[in-house]
T-cell receptor, first 113, second 113 residues
Framework: NAGVTQTPKFRVLKTGQSMTLLCAQDMNHEYMYWYRQDPGMGLRLIHY???????AKGEVPDGYNVSRLKKQNFLLGLESAAPSQTSVYFC????????????FGPGTRLTVL | EDQVTQSPEALRLQEGESSSLNCSYTVSGLRGLFWYRQDPGKGPEFLFT???AGEEKEKERLKATLTKKESFLHITAPKPEDSATYLC??????????????FGKGTLLTVNP
């Protein structure tokens, strides 16, 4: 049981390049989330999904897109990377209404030059 | 808007020196308050969920308590392996916010041997 996994672990992009971060969970969770963590800012929600085929905006969605084509996967895309998107990105999943704790992946450290 | 404030930002203790971390929150209606532990370079690890004022939960040297305005994470006789950043988050009831967590910025705890 791997829990929540994220690919890749590290990435360096140039301004304007695009990339996709992959999150996978094997706990059959309905809900999945993407956060970014910056020094002095705490974890901030980018987008989330409450089920396969659904997505919704979080606190800081601009510059990002997401897709949830399969229940176990949640993809985060950057179409045109900017230096302000340099951050550590965490994916999380949770089971449902009475099972609220979110389980986090190990993170992806992204640097945009 | 939901808000979470954690204090102190950093705390340095000697091994065996008990102390408490504070999490003050403002939320329209509290569904749950969560404590996480985060080690450097890793994702947050779930510790506790508290649902109502007066509730307490314990795990090894950690004890979390909840009032209507704040939560405390008490650390009794800490060991160096308790060194980490401790994150507090709230989940509000109702509508589209039903699944989202709002995080504080965390308290960096260092326990010296």
């Amino acid at each position: 049981n791997a829990g929540v996994t994220q690919t890749p672990k590290f990435r360096v992009l140039k301004t304007g390049q695009s990339m996709t971060l992959l999150c996978a969970q094997d706990m059959n969770h309905e809900y999945m989330y993407w956060y970014r963590q910056d020094p002095g800012m705490g974890l901030r929600l980018i987008h989330y999904s409450v089920g396969e085929g659904t997505t919704a905006k979080g606190e800081v969605p601009d510059g990002y897109n997401v897709s949830r084509l399969k229940k176990q996967n949640f993809l985060l895309g950057l179409e045109s990377a900017a230096p302000s998107q340099t951050s550590v990105y965490f994916c999380a999943s949770s089971g449902g209404s009475h099972d609220n704790e979110q389980f986090f992946g190990p993170g992806t450290r992204l640097t945009v030059l | 808007e939901d808000q979470v404030t954690q204090s102190p930002e950093a705390l340095r203790l000697q091994e065996g020196e008990s102390s408490s971390l504070n999490c003050s929150y403002t939320v329209s209606g509290l569904r749950g308050l969560f404590w996480y532990r985060q080690d450097p370079g890793k994702g947050p690890e779930f510790l506790f969920t508290l649902y109502s004022a007066g509730e307490e939960k314990e795990k090894e040297r950690l004890k979390a308590t909840l009032t209507k305005k704040e939560s405390f994470l008490h650390i009794t006789a800490p060991k160096p392996e308790d060194s980490a950043t401790y994150l507090c988050a709230v989940q509000a009831v109702g509508g589209g916010s039903n699944y989202k967590l709002t995080f504080g910025k965390g308290t960096l705890l260092t326990v010296n041997p």
